[in-house]
């Protein structure tokens, strides 16, 4: 059976859960909008704009500049520096040392830019943590069964609907982006995702 979220319900298990990076560890679009607004001169663009998870569909910016950007985040090529998401490096390795190796699945093509960055931004306290990216949103389902992950903590919407549909539960992590209608549990933070997951 699968397990339910509610707030009388089991928590998260440390030991069957994982996580997505862009928009729940990175704090990637914080980046997007830092750069087009001050390497682009759009400052008007604000954080609150990016209301969908395909940004033609929501910005009215040139494809131009929204592909060059993208393609600097997706290569690490970008000079200002990717922020971690609050407190997201310090729960990450505390739910490391409780439960061993942490899971990352990323839709990015390749981890060679995000794995790097991972460690880089982790406490030296950390139990590890493991990288896989899928090059495409569908696949991330196969590789959490693979590794018998039961809970996936995600920014995407439709990808929450698709990996529930799989049998897995998906945590919505707040975002303007994923303000849209769903059935599913959600965090706004990293505090109440340790809560979650009790974590001592
Ligand atoms: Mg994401």
């Given at each position: ?7 009388a ?8 859960v ?8 990175a ?9 087009v ?7 008007e ?26 393609a600097?985040?997706?290569?690490g ?14 729960v ?8 061993g ?7 990015r ?20 943590v ?42 919505v992590?707040?975002?303007p ?11 706004g ?8 997951m009790?974590?001592?």
């Amino acid at each position: 059976m699968k397990p339910l979220l509610t707030e009388a319900g089991p928590r998260i298990d440390p030991a069957t859960v994982a996580f997505d990076i862009d928009g729940v560890v990175a704090d990637t679009m914080r980046l997007f909008v830092d750069i087009v607004r001050e390497e682009f001169r759009h400052s008007e663009l604000r954080y609150e704009d990016i209301t969908c998870y395909r940004l033609e569909d929501c910005l009215d910016l040139d494809p131009e500049i929204r592909n060059t950007v993208i393609a600097q985040l997706i290569e690490g090529s970008h000079r200002r520096p990717l922020e971690p998401i609050p407190g997201a490096p310090e729960v990450i390795a505390r739910l490391s040392r409780l439960a061993g190796p942490v899971l990352f699945v990323t839709a990015r093509p390749d981890a060679g830019f995000i794995e790097p960055w991972l460690h880089s931004v982790l406490p030296a306290s950390h139990n590890g943590v493991r990288v896989v990216a899928t090059g495409d949103f569908d696949a991330k389902l196969e590789v959490l069964r693979h590794h018998e992950k039961v809970f996936f903590v995600e920014d995407r919407l439709e990808t929450c609907f698709t990996l529930n549909e799989g049998g897995i539960t998906p945590v919505v992590f707040r975002q303007p982006w994923n303000r849209q209608p769903h059935p599913f549990v959600e965090v706004g933070d990293w505090a109440e995702l340790a809560d979650l997951m009790a974590l001592p």
